[in-house]
């Protein structure tokens, strides 16, 4: 199936500062990305949609301000978290879709945040 | 409000035997279906999808049943295999095209 990579893989950062993440996806080109987050032993919550060339779509009860997310080109989005703090710890997991139809969606490896 | 729900947490098997997932939805607005198996600190690997017109879809050892009715599905593997211990998700889209995740079920298959 089609790769998507998501870098880092693991991140440690300090209470205030902002930490990126990226999702590329290597062998296609994807028009819509989504992230997601996960908490210990719970479901993947949709963070918001991300579509190349437009503002993203944010889920209700997640903060745009405080996820940033650009998708800058077809290959490439990414997640900011701002000013995080240790309540942001998670694992974070980005997917792109090749087409339409939901089986196309591939997730990348997701990257685990700790907000020390 | 958990639209998709897996209520079993934990699953064990027998190496060779049938596992099944269950799966349950609420929204009947939902018309596609699909199977993710993850690993720890890996993202979702899909697994099998299903559409809404249909009632079951087979690839391999990993078959998934659809009963509109019931709002249920589940995932047949068989045979089972260590390999498949993992965490599988069940996933479910409708018109929006977003991806909701029932909150998983933990196989292990033991020898």
């Known amino acids: 199936g089609a790769v998507v990579s998501q870098h880092p893989s693991r991140v440690i950062c300090k209470s205030g500062t902002s930490v990126k993440i990226e999702c590329r996806s290597l062998d296609f080109q994807a028009t819509t990305m989504f992230w997601y987050r996960q908490f210990p032993k719970q479901s993947l919550m949709l963070m918001a949609t991300?579509?190349?060339?437009?503002?993203?779509?944010?889920e209700q009860g997640v903060e745009k301000d405080k996820f940033l997310i650009n998708h800058a080109s077809l290959t490439l989005s990414t997640l900011t978290v701002t000013s995080a703090h240790p309540e942001d710890s998670s694992f974070y997991i980005c997917?792109?879709?090749?087409?339409?139809?939901?089986?196309?969606?591939?997730f990348g490896q997701g990257t685990r945040l700790t907000v020390v | 409000d958990q639209q998709v729900k897996q209520n079993s947490p934990s699953l064990s098997v027998q190496e060779g035997r049938i596992s099944i997932l269950n799966c349950d939805y609420t929204n009947s607005m939902f018309d596609y279906f699909l199977w993710y198996k993850k690993y720890p600190a890996e993202g979702p690997t899909f697994l099998i999808s299903?559409?809404?017109?249909?009632d079951k879809n087979e690839d391999g050892r990993f078959t998934v049943f659809l009963n509109k009715s019931a709002k249920h599905l589940s995932l047949h593997i068989v045979p089972s295999q260590p390999g498949d211990s993992a965490v599988y998700f069940c996933?479910?889209?409708?018109?929006?095209?977003?991806?909701?995740f029932g909150t998983g079920t933990r196989l292990q298959v033991t020898l």
């Open positions: 991300s579509n190349e060339g437009s503002k993203a779509t944010y």
């Open positions: 299903i559409s809404s017109i249909k």
């Open positions: 996933a479910a889209s409708g018109s929006a095209s977003k991806l909701t």
């Open positions: 997917s792109a879709r090749v087409s339409r139809r939901n089986t196309e969606a591939f």
